[in-house]
């Protein structure tokens, strides 16, 4: 079994070029640094290093090892650091914001999960500009957010993002539309739906719209907003009473209402990623909020 010490020699030989300047940057004697080295060369079946009058070099086989052992070690840091910032928390309160179609799905599951860790959350829904506003403000600690069709949100500098969940657009029809009979959408089938009045954020910034427009616009069209909303249960509502279209996020699918038809699209940018947004210092998220992606990954699990 691997020593961390063996991946350490590795490393140190690897920056300095020689056992001795290893041995130095490490506080260890040469013939530790050699013990350790050999040990690892003996347990790969291969040498890791080559020496001569110049110094130490890695061996190809030597390059893996640091490639990997790198990992290693920085896994092996992070976990102490995790388990120490979690153990020093104890009650930790976060301001957590989300737009409301996430909260209203995950938002409970969120929050149950984080709190048998310790951590408390004071929950603010708003659409995704003010979130992006409060993040580079820092009024908030960490927000549930989203970017669809390669747009960069924009942040500052030192806010960092943690992918957590991919969710396909669907569009959505009245069950009488004529398109209706589609079991997806492609370009053609989406530009077909010129002539449709259209439900739109009434919210500046969502990437979402921008992509319909631009799929629009692309063809010398202007997309027909009928009528602007940032609820989704008034969107599906008016789409069931046959008097718009609209793309929706797949959190939505979940009992849409009668007279709804939820479409799959054939175009990978009609997703949107969702993303665990944080100000942040040059190590990273701090361990409450690094927990809390976790429990916004395990709630969106749960859900299937």
Not at 187 to 197: G, P
Not at 249 to 272: H, Q, W
């Amino acid at each position: 079994m691997i020593d961390f010490r063996q991946l350490q020699a590795l490393s140190a030989v690897a920056a300095e070029g020689s056992v001795a300047r290893a041995a130095k940057r490490l506080g260890w004697s040469q013939p530790t640094v050699d013990y350790h080295l050999k040990n690892l060369d003996r347990l790969v079946g291969t040498d890791l290093t080559t020496r001569s009058t110049r110094g130490s070099k890695l061996t190809t086989a030597g390059n893996l090892m640091l490639e990997r052992g790198d990992e290693i070690l920085s896994l092996a840091d992070r976990a102490l650091t995790d388990v120490r910032d979690l153990a020093q928390l104890g009650k930790i309160r976060l301001r957590f914001g989300t737009f409301p179609t996430a909260a209203s799905r995950l938002l409970p599951g969120i929050a149950s999960r984080v709190a048998e860790l310790g951590i408390e959350l004071d929950a603010t829904l708003e659409e995704l500009a003010p979130l992006i506003t409060r993040i580079n403000q820092h009024t908030l600690d960490a927000a549930l957010v989203y970017a669809a069709g390669g747009y960069r949100l924009p942040f500052r500098a030192e806010v960092h993002t943690t992918h957590l969940f991919t969710d396909p657009m669907l569009i959505a029809l009245p069950a009488t539309h004529p398109a209706a009979s589609h079991t997806s959408f492609d370009r053609e089938a989406l530009l077909s739906l010129a002539d449709d009045s259209w439900v739109m954020g009434s919210t500046p910034g969502d990437t979402l719209d921008d992509l319909v427009r631009e799929l629009f616009h692309a063809e010398g069209l202007q997309v027909n907003v009928a009528i602007r909303t940032d609820d989704y249960s008034v969107v599906l509502g008016l789409i069931a009473a046959g008097m718009a279209v609209a793309l929706v996020p797949s959190l939505v699918r979940f009992n849409p209402p009668e007279g709804v038809v939820l479409r799959p699209i054939d175009d990978p940018r009609y997703a949107r990623e969702l993303l665990l947004a944080a100000p942040a210092g040059p190590g990273g998220p701090s361990a409450a909020v690094r927990q809390l992606a976790e429990a916004v990954r395990r709630s969106i699990s749960a859900l299937g």
